[in-house]
């Protein structure tokens, strides 16, 4: 940091003044450095002393003042600059004035990021930059970096302390509106001893955000919407989540009758979708940040696997931003998708009693997977959950249906102390519905090179995972599991599994007109 600079933290506007005069009016306690016209001044700022070589805020604009978009050549710098910034540690804000800027840039980001794309952070905005900037951008950026700027307070204002209610920002013909009031958040920075209160953002408006339009209309006819969660980490939910997914979409797709199917990553503190698929952005928070939350950009916002012909709705990269896509952000988003996708299914996170799970996963879902391995840990944490999930609402439960319920038994391998009996009983009269056979080398390489999709193909678990599909989707016709003629990487299970789909009276593939009406989750 240059020699009696600001000790509040430093941002960078690279771009159109507009945005540089909207942030400088903002009422946050951060330090503006002088507008950079592109990213060659930024860089040549930089390395003569001229701006805050520590500044952890940047933000990219691609659109010049008069709302057109920057040359091609400037995109591709954009980009280069937003990896090296992201890399660097610092808070990465693209504010995008046009579909197509936004597009180049989104692949110029994912042609650089390589190894470097699990730290990948960039937040898109989204702005008419013809009109004006919009009074959302501020809010946006405040939903990610309030951990460690207050908002609420301006660093000018008498005291240091004063709560600034409404900043009427000079519009110099740039024609910005009012910025509206945030929050106050206590004392700022200078005028304590203590570390600094961590704001939680402006309250969210729902009303304001969601597509009335998208909401009004009935979910799609025969949609489902799956939970699949578990009460201890390692148990193989997210690969289940995954894996089940792609096998509703490719069976579905093999019997004539393909069905959309959307993977959402409700583990919004340490979600692995991300990294199990190779794909990092965009995020929910770039839906969240949007000032309404429709179909349009909602579906600009999600991520399709390759291979395992699923879209997916990541969860954010950086926990910290956890609280700003909390439960009210997710139950909008979800029934809008169950507008949108046949099929929608929820990976979420092992603390089942966090709002973002007892309050939407598990009361928006039609069907909820419950997985468990064999473990005597896994088994007996499963059993508390279930008993907390399924009591009554007046015995301090959540008052879930039991009949939503089903339990995936995963990484299933015989003679390990554990018998059917003592699952099931564990289960208390919910059903297993699902047995999954340990085959921990090839589900490691599959995560590691990044190949889910040839577990689809697996001997053993393409076959089981096939038959939870089927299980799962009773009144949608799907194709039975059929070896693939050439299965080269295939590998057995480890050992033969402890349980079988006969033994749990769960339906298979082929049982029948029967299961195909009831359904194991329908009983």
Request: hydrophobic fraction near 40%; include cysteine.
């Amino acid at each position: 940091m240059m020699t009696g600079e600001s000790s509040l933290p430093g941002v960078i506007v690279v771009g159109d003044p507009r945005i540089h005069v909207l942030i400088s009016q903002a009422p946050a306690q951060w330090s503006v450095q002088s507008l950079q016209k592109n990213v060659a001044h930024m860089w040549e700022s930089l390395s003569g002393g001229r701006v805050d070589s520590g500044s952890r805020i940047v933000i990219f604009t691609d659109f010049n003042p008069d709302g057109t978009p920057v040359q091609e050549s400037e995109l591709l710098a954009i980009a280069r600059a937003m990896t090296a910034m992201n890399d660097a540690g610092a808070s990465v804000f693209h504010i995008s004035g046009s579909v197509s800027a936004r597009e180049t840039i989104s692949g110029h980001l994912a042609d650089l990021s390589g190894p470097g794309a699990l730290n990948m952070g960039i937040t898109c905005i989204e702005i008419d930059a013809k009109d004006a900037p919009g009074d959302h951008v501020v809010p946006a950026i405040q939903s990610v970096v309030n951990s460690f700027v207050e908002f609420g307070v301006r660093p000018d204002s008498a005291g240091a302390s004063e709560v600034v209610q409404t900043v009427e920002v000079e519009r110099s013909g740039f024609g910005i509106p009012s910025i509206p009031a945030l929050p106050p958040i206590g004392k700022s920075r200078a005028a304590s001893n203590t570390s600094p209160r961590v704001s939680q953002g402006p309250a969210l408006d729902v009303e304001n955000h969601e597509s009335r339009e998208l909401l009004s209309k009935p979910r799609l006819p025969g949609q489902t919407t799956i939970t699949v969660t578990s009460s201890k980490g390692g148990s193989g939910k997210s690969t289940a989540s995954i894996l089940l997914a792609a096998s509703i979409a490719s069976a579905s797709r093999k019997a004539g009758k393909p069905l959309s199917v959307c993977l959402v990553d409700l583990d919004t503190r340490d979600g692995q979708v991300a990294s199990m698929i190779g794909q990092f952005m965009p995020t929910a928070l770039n839906i969240r940040i949007q000032p309404i939350w429709d179909e349009e950009r909602i579906r600009r916002n999600l991520v399709h696997a390759e291979g395992l012909e699923i879209d997916t709705l990541l969860a954010p990269i950086r926990p910290r931003t956890a609280e700003t896509v909390g439960p009210d952000f997710y139950r909008s988003i979800v029934r809008s998708l169950q507008r949108m996708y046949d099929v929608v299914v929820m990976d979420t996170s092992v603390q089942y009693l966090d709002p973002l799970i007892a309050e939407v996963a598990l009361v928006e879902a039609d069907e909820i997977l419950f997985v468990t391995s064999l473990a005597s840990t896994a088994v007996q944490g499963m059993a508390r959950a279930l008993r907390e999930i399924t009591a009554p609402v007046d015995e301090s439960g959540l008052g879930i249906p039991r009949e939503k319920l089903g339990i995936i038994v995963n990484q299933s391998v015989a003679n390990v102390g554990m018998e059917t009996d003592q699952v099931l009983a564990a289960g208390l009269g919910i059903p297993v519905v699902g047995v999954i056979p340990l085959a921990t080398k090839d589900v490691l390489t599959a995560t590691n090179l990044i190949q889910m999709h040839k577990l689809l193909e697996h001997t053993t678990l393409g076959a089981a995972y096939n038959d939870l599909a089927i299980a799962c989707m009773p009144n949608h016709e799907l194709a039975p599991w059929v070896a693939p003629v050439s299965r080269n990487s295939d590998s057995s299970p480890d050992t033969s599994t402890a349980m079988t789909q006969s033994q749990t009276g769960s339906n298979s593939a082929g049982s029948g007109s029967d299961s195909k009406k009831r359904g194991f989750l329908r009983r």
